[in-house]
């Protein structure tokens, strides 16, 4: 799929929100997701030694409260904003699950590119936030 410019300001989105709150350990990823009518929501995951969740699974709990109940497009970043990745397993399934038309930003910074969710492969151990 060709990345549109609104999927380009999507990753600008995403690389902000890690830049100014991913500065602990606790807040290491961001998520940017957004609806077929423009409306971009971001989150970060949270990190704590009982568990923690994702930056997508919080973009999704966030767009709910908004009464969002289809997503267009996400993209996670790391470092800082300084990578791309890619959705872990446990959340390729939820969003695959509640979002099969979902398109999702993967690649590198300079050349990011879009999949649909169904097309991201399960990768053993990969994790974007945990």
Excluded: W, Y
């Excluded at 807040?27 to 030694?49: I, K, L």
């Excluded at 568990?51 to 993209?75: D, K, N, R, S």
């Amino acid at each position: 799929m060709e990345m549109r410019d609104t999927d380009r300001a999507l990753v600008q989105a995403a690389t902000a929100v890690s830049k100014l709150r991913c500065r602990s350990p606790h807040h290491t990823v961001a998520s940017a997701a957004r609806t077929a009518d423009g409306r971009v929501f971001t989150g970060v995951n949270v990190q704590h030694a009982t568990g923690g969740v994702c930056a997508e699974l919080v973009v999704i709990g966030t767009a709910a409260t908004q009464g969002v109940t289809a997503l267009e497009t996400m993209v996670t970043v790391a470092d800082r904003g300084r990578e791309v990745v890619a959705p872990c397993d446990r959340c390729r399934q939820v969003l695959r699950d509640h979002f099969p038309d979902l398109r999702v930003v993967v690649g590198p910074l300079d050349a990011p590119r879009v999949v649909p969710i169904g097309e991201l492969p399960a990768e053993a151990g990969s994790g974007s936030a945990g």
